[in-house]
């Protein structure tokens, strides 16, 4: 390589990202050049931080650095909702936009035999069980439209079927295939809004 090891191998740090290719991890690496000896100690502590401090919440799986995420511990959210979800980003978003007032439970991936990821393999047993000790009424799956966001949907719904409450999914004016995060408030507001009853 054209450049002193040490900025090799940060490069090489930068491509691990996703969607980072060649040419941006280079510009990404040489910016890290300009910073002063403050803002990269602030940097490279913050990336330290989060590989330590940053853990699942132990009852909705979204990412916290305390015994439960700041939404678990929200005495001011609807428990009788639960919105089911790919990954932590997707509460996110759907935080984001401020119209869903009541608890998450992350899956932490889709059912996906191709790619070896079973139903064992994903929140789905820890949502069963929080289901029946919570009294939920409603369970909202907010999956992408995708082969494995509608595999994991039917799964949750014939899982639950046996159980009180309603299940609905989010409306799909939504493109096939886009994560959840990639989707503007607005279509993503009235997704949830239109929800559609499957049980």
Do not use: W
Not at 166 to 174: F, P
Request: include cysteine; aromatic fraction near 6%; hydrophobic fraction near 35%.
């Amino acid at each position: 390589m054209f450049y002193p090891k040490s900025l090799n191998k940060l490069i090489e740090s930068f491509k691990k990202l996703p969607g980072i290719g060649d040419k941006t991890a280079e510009r990404m690496a040489l910016s890290v050049l300009q910073f002063d000896k403050e803002s990269t100690d602030v940097f490279a502590q913050a990336i330290s931080d989060v590989n330590e401090k940053i853990k699942k919440c132990p009852l909705c799986h979204h990412l916290t650095e305390e015994d439960k995420c700041y939404i678990c511990k929200d005495k001011n959210r609807n428990d009788d909702i639960l919105c089911i979800v790919e990954e932590p980003k997707d509460v996110i978003s759907l935080e984001k936009i401020g119209a869903f007032k009541g608890r998450y439970h992350v899956l932490g991936g889709l059912i996906s035999p191709s790619d070896g990821i079973n139903p064992e393999d994903i929140n789905i047993s820890s949502l069963v069980d929080r289901i029946k000790n919570k009294k939920i009424k409603e369970v909202i799956i907010a999956l992408k439209s995708s082969i494995e966001g509608e595999t994991t949907a039917l799964y949750i719904s014939k899982v639950l079927s046996g159980l009180d409450l309603k299940i609905s999914k989010i409306a799909y004016g939504l493109p096939i295939g886009v994560d959840i995060e990639y989707i503007d408030a607005l279509t993503l507001e009235r997704a949830l809004e239109d929800r559609i009853d499957i049980s």
